[in-house]
């Protein structure tokens, strides 16, 4: 389970109401403070800009020197006691702005799935761009804010099964990010090439989302919306981050070509952002798609459902998720071997497909047992169990049809308030809801490479598939193909299993490699490495198949070269918005 930049310009910005749609500057000064009179703008009209992300006109005569401030179309000279002052811009242009921040939260909502509308995730970000552009960072503040909480409200509305006060008080801290990189960011929009430390710093805001607090939240990022676009190779070169950055810089972009008009003298200049823009997406059609291996392996899934709904899901009979579980992995043996699906080298039930800790409970153990033997086959079971008496873990566990339990994998990024419960006494005497965690889950300490039958899986747990390192660790530490154990059941029919299923999409793509994921409830689901969903279940219903998989095993530049992109990006993002701040100190001064 974001906004940026400010900065003034004299043209028309969409979405921005008004006769004079775009925002006049908040930050213009009247002279005497370093801005030039009237007579000199004069006189710079007509100068062109040295390229197609230049700034406005009365800004792109002077070409030494640092960069100003782009002028609004007012007279600046005589007349700055007429002018309103600084927090009194026009009504109909705050107006504007918010109006231009909805429609980008809304749309940015629009390109996340279900609707799955990925086309209106650039264009929401041009909203937003054209939103910020020219305000102070204080303004900036506040309409990022706005944008992110329409795009997050209905996002993660799926958190509301928790509750509506964690719903809203998830989505208030995560705004708190977009307010900040907004603020951050409205300097910006005075510096050339604008659109690129835009984008920046929307990476350095997601990648501080996905940190603090209490372990970061990264779902809701721009490149989760790009399961299958033009924009998803992107993850093959530079992963998630990259594929954000390109998102982010084609709405900018898209902005830019409104929002800044070139001089008289080269008005086709107005039309490079624009070509631009749409050269981000295209451009991913010249990324070489790694070839197959001529390997793969028959895999077994099955979804087993469970009886209960919402954070009762398990139902009051004991065991019921487990005995689900294994009928239908009985169910999948009885198929093949009246040869309605081909035999499986190695099968996969979701996560908690145990309600009951085998290791401890002799009746459970058996009845994984009998199943595992029946179908023969390597199996992968999802099991919570006891470490100690007072913890437990969320663990992948290999079961071998003669000789039973073997290697696991312990789930490594816990959910907060759903595995653990973070300042556990404060919490539990403000909301006795948080007692339903019950032991509190201890988080594992190595990546999920696991032998099940001919090959070496790797195993990823449900919340997990949003964290790029754990991801790639699991990876690079030879996991292929790649399975996504998940319980959805507290969230089944929301909008969190095709959320979920679009991020498996866009790690086959970064990685090179198949993504298998097995659901209590669903969506399970069969992703190839080019991010195709082959097959997939409904929601809500008991199912099983056998599919058969590629193995890759070279590793993408992505996979090589890790958070790289990541830092490079933030960097340029930041470095841009603190040059930006020294010039508008160093006007101040002046």
Sequence with gaps: MVQERTSPPPSTGPGLASSSPVPEPEGARTPGEG????????????????????????????????????RSLEPQSGESQNRKPQSGEPRSRVLGRAGAAVAGGLALFAAFPPLGWWLLAPLGLALVAASLYGARPRRAAWVGALAAAVFLFPALAWVRTIGDDVWVMLVVTETVFYAVMSALAAPVFRLR????????????????????????????????????????????LGGAPLVSFAVALCGALLAHAVLVRPPAARPWLRAAPALLA???PL????????????????????????????????????????????????????????????????????????????????TARQIIQDSVSDVGVPTLVGAVVAIGDDSRATRSLTWDPVTGPGAYYDKQNLVPFGEYTPFKDLVLALWERASLVGRQSVPGDRPGDLKLGPVTIGAVNCYEVAYDATVRGTVRAGGTPIVVQTNNASYALSNLPPQQLAMSQLRAVEHNRAV??????????????????????????????????????????ATKVGAWPEWALMAMGAAAAGVAAWRGRRRADG
């Design 35 to 70: 801005e030039p009179s009237a007579a000199e703008a004069q006189a710079g009209e007509g100068n062109g800009a040295s390229g197609p992300l230049a700034r406005e006109p009365a800004d792109s005569g002077r070409r030494d020197g640092p960069a100003r401030e782009p």
């Design 278 to 280: 749409l050269a981000v």
């Design 193 to 236: 090439a604008w659109p690129l430390w835009f984008a920046g710093l929307w990476v350095a805001m997601e990648w501080a989302r996905g940190l603090v607090p209490i372990g970061g939240f990264p779902w809701a990022r721009v490149a989760f919306s790009q399961g299958e676009s033009l924009f998803t190779q992107y993850a093959a």
């Design 283 to 362: 451009l991913t059609l010249a990324v070489p798609r790694p070839g197959d291996e001529g390997r793969s392996v028959n895999v077994g899934i099955v979804q087993g459902n469970v009886p209960g709904r919402g954070m009762y899901v398990l139902g009051d009979e004991p065991a019921v998720v487990l005995r689900n579980h294994a009928g239908e992995t009985k169910r999948l043996a009885q198929a093949v071997r009246e040869g309605k699906l081909p035999k499986p080298d190695i099968v996969v039930l979701p996560e908690n497909s145990t309600d009951i800790d085998p290791y401890r409970d002799e």
């Design 516 to 557: 298998v994921t097995a659901a209590t409830t669903g969506i399970s689901a069969f992703v190839t490495p080019d991010g195709k969903v082959s097959w997939q279940t409904r929601e809500l219903v008991a199912d099983m198949n056998v599919v058969k998989v590629p193995v890759r095993t070279s590793e993408t530049l």
